[in-house]
Structures are given as structure tokens and as C-alpha cells.
């Protein structure tokens, strides 16, 4: 990682560029550790489900995998994380990253359900106890998990929270877990394949990922239009020659705004698409029912007529539906 001198202002730091994203590599972060584990935990599930012959779909392998845990690395790991401390547009595109792309990807990889096809009993009994625990009912309500989504923001960038997280690399790593985590918690309830308590009904959901756009255009516009730079003079303190701060919190504002809108949109379009494979889905089940009833009817009317031959008296030859004299 390029180093900083903020105190005393001698900024070896370049300009920002694509390449950077490739040259500048961090792997010993607390994000690092858990993105590692999770794909090996994942990898390791299904293949066990496939050793016993089970499958499990490849979209949700690759959803997980590339879509979550690939789009977390991508701005955690690279040289995204070199320079979130120093450009606010930087931070933002991690920001939106870290609670919406990457949460909405893992939920999307259903993970719990392939814990619970491929634990012992014991183990998958715990994760159930823990699923629909009391505090696992109250974080994940839709109303819950929606206020704790929204008023995070809010809180990190118009109190002293965001300027001490670039000052404290501790507290900066534990925003980029506390991101992901309150993404999670929203996300899940709404799009996610696992079997989580609280789940509302498709409208319900549909009208709170329409609500919560509203939130990021007013936060996104309020960035932008704010006449003080977040985080006070931290970002004046560097004394970085190549960029300037008040158009740099400019640039992140709309980042904010337009990438906010963009993904509640595709979330959304996402949701109608589950809403109608479901209704489509329990369609074909009520088909079946049906054809299973009618079955049913015509083998009990060939047993009666059955009876009746055995019985010597003539069997009943008039078509279905039709009335009696």
C-alpha cells in the first residue's frame, strides 16, 4: 500500500489509475481472512453434496464465489483499499460495494441451505436454533433490518464516526465488516434462497426496496451539496496536488445517488423475476393436484363400475358429466 504522511504533509501517494487496482494488492485484512475461509467453506459444501451424488446449482455456486465474494475482493484487496483513506469517490464505490452488490450476490448463493444439506444432524440442528433465535428474528424483521440499513449512513458521514475511521486502520477494517453485515440483514430477507423466519410475502417486499431509494438520493444529493468537507480537514491535510477534495466529495455524492438508484432498481428486477418463477411454480403445483384429483375421481368411478359387473347388474356406460334422466 502507497504510503501517507498526512501530519506533516509530505504525500508520497500518485494519482489514482485503473492500474492500481492490479499493482497494489493487501491480503492480511480481517476481510481478506473471512473471503478466503468462505469460499473454501463453500467449495468444500458442494463438493461434498456432489460426492454423494447431489447437485447443486452452478448459478448459485457462481453467484456466491464470483458475484459476493468476488465483488467484496475487488474493492477490499486491490488497490481499491489503497486509496479508500484518500479519496472520499474511492471510499463511496467500496461503500456501495460492501452493502449492496456483494450482500445481494451471497444471498442470491443461498449458503445456509448448503450448510444444511451437507451438516451432521447436530451441527445443522445448532444452525436452525440460531436462525430462529430472538435475536436472529428481530435483526432480520424486513422493518428492522430496512431502519438499521438506511439511519447507517446517516450516522457514519454526518457525525465525527467517519473522520476517526481514517484515522484508526482498526476501526476503518471493522466499517467494512459492519457494511457487509448490515447488508446482509437487508438483502437476505428479501431476495435470499435460505430459509430465514420473518419472510414477507413478494408485495411486502417489492414496497421496502422501493422505499429505500428515496434514502440514498437524498444522501447522495446532500453530499454533494454540502458546503463542508466530510471528515473536516482530513482530506485538505494531505496535500494531494492531483486532486481536489470539494469536487472529489462532489464526485462521491453522485456516486452515491446514481449507483444507489441503479442497484435498488436491478435488486428490484430481481424480486419481480423470483416473484413470478414463484407464482409460476405454484401454479404447476396446483396443476397437479388437480390432475391428481381427477385421477382419483376416474379410479373410484372404475372400481364402482367394477363392482357393479361383479355384482350382475350392467355397468354404468354413460359419458363424464353427463345428467341423469
Known amino acids: 500500500m502507497p504510503t501517507l504522511a498526512a501530519a506533516s504533509g509530505d504525500t508520497v501517494l500518485p494519482p489514482f489509475s485503473p492500474g492500481a487496482i492490479f499493482t497494489e494488492i493487501h491480503l492480511g485484512s480481517l476481510v481478506a481472512l473471512f473471503l478466503l475461509v468462505a469460499a473454501a467453506l463453500y467449495g468444500y459444501g458442494v463438493y461434498r453434496l456432489r460426492q454423494r451424488g447431489d447437485v447443486w446449482p452452478v448459478g448459485r455456486t457462481v453467484a456466491f464465489v464470483v458475484g459476493g465474494l468476488g465483488s467484496i475482493a475487488s474493492v477490499t484487496v486491490t488497490g481499491i483499499e489503497a486509496y479508500d483513506t484518500t479519496l472520499l469517490s474511492v ?46 428474528r428481530v435483526l432480520t424483521f424486513p422493518l428492522v433490518a430496512f431502519g438499521i440499513f438506511v439511519a447507517n449512513p446517516f450516522v457514519l458521514y454526518f457525525t465525527d464516526l467517519y473522520r476517526q475511521t481514517l484515522l484508526h ?41 422501493v422505499l429505500s431509494v428515496p434514502f440514498h438520493t437524498v444522501l447522495g444529493l446532500t453530499i454533494m451539496q454540502s458546503p463542508t468537507l466530510l471528515a473536516g480537514d482530513y482530506y485538505n491535510s494531505l496535500g494531494l496536488s492531483w486532486t481536489d477534495p470539494k469536487a472529489d466529495q462532489v464526485t462521491a455524492g453522485g456516486i452515491l445517488w446514481a449507483g444507489g438508484e441503479i442497484v435498488s432498481v436491478t435488486m428490484l428486477g430481481i424480486l419481480i423475476l423470483q416473484w413470478v418463477r414463484q407464482s409460476e411454480r405454484e401454479a404447476r403445483r396446483i396443476d397437479r393436484a388437480l390432475d391428481r384429483q381427477e385421477a382419483e375421481e376416474a379410479a373410484g368411478r372404475a372400481r364402482e363400475d367394477a363392482a357393479k359387473i361383479t355384482n350382475g347388474a350392467p355397468a354404468d356406460t354413460r359419458a363424464p358429466g353427463s345428467d341423469t334422466a
Open 91 to 136: 471510499h463511496m464505490v467500496q461503500h456501495m460495494v460492501l452493502s449492496m452488490v456483494g450482500p445481494i450476490f451471497l444471498a442470491l448463493g443461498a449458503p445456509v441451505t448448503l450448510a444444511l444439506r451437507t451438516l451432521p444432524v447436530p451441527a445443522r440442528r445448532q444452525v436452525l436454533a440460531v436462525l430462529h433465535s430472538r435475536v436472529a
Open 169 to 209: 486502520s482498526w476501526l476503518h477494517e471493522f466499517i467494512h465488516i459492519h457494511f457487509i453485515v448490515t447488508g446482509c440483514l437487508f438483502f437476505w430477507p428479501l431476495l435470499g434462497l435460505d430459509p430465514l423466519p420473518n419472510r414477507w410475502p413478494y408485495p411486502g417486499r417489492a414496497l421496502l426496496m
